[in-house]
Nanobody, 118 residues
């Protein structure tokens, strides 16, 4: 599985964005798909994840209510919808995948930059 993230850009505070992550190579049927971000000067942070073949979704407490993870299995795409963007959401956003039987995310996309202006 290879991942390609897109959808980042420059947004004003209070705006919204939808990030996309397309999986190629094969459908990630037995994978957990996750979104992470790395803000300037900070460590990578887990945001959300969803099981490709199920309906469950998990979120970091810090993003609950503003971030929504979803997917379109027919398009092999996972999305991250962000509303009410804040300057502190400025970061490179990465999508990643791990096999449901594994513990580590071992497949990563290249990242997409989100910049939120105040």
């Amino acid at each position: 599985v290879q991942l390609q993230a897109s959808g980042g850009g420059l947004v004003q505070a209070g705006g919204s964005l939808r990030l996309s992550c397309v999986a190629t190579g094969r459908a990630p049927t037995n994978y957990i798909m996750g979104w992470f971000r790395r803000a300037p000067g900070k460590e990578r942070e887990y945001i959300a994840s969803t099981y490709w073949a199920g309906d469950s979704a998990r979120y970091a407490d810090s993003v609950k209510g503003r971030f929504t993870i979803s997917r379109n299995n027919a398009k092999n795409t996972v999305y991250l919808q962000i509303i009410n963007l804040k300057p502190e959401d400025t970061a490179i956003y990465y999508c990643a995948a791990r096999h449901r039987s594994g513990s580590d995310y071992n497949t990563w996309g290249q990242g997409t930059l989100v910049t939120v202006s105040s």
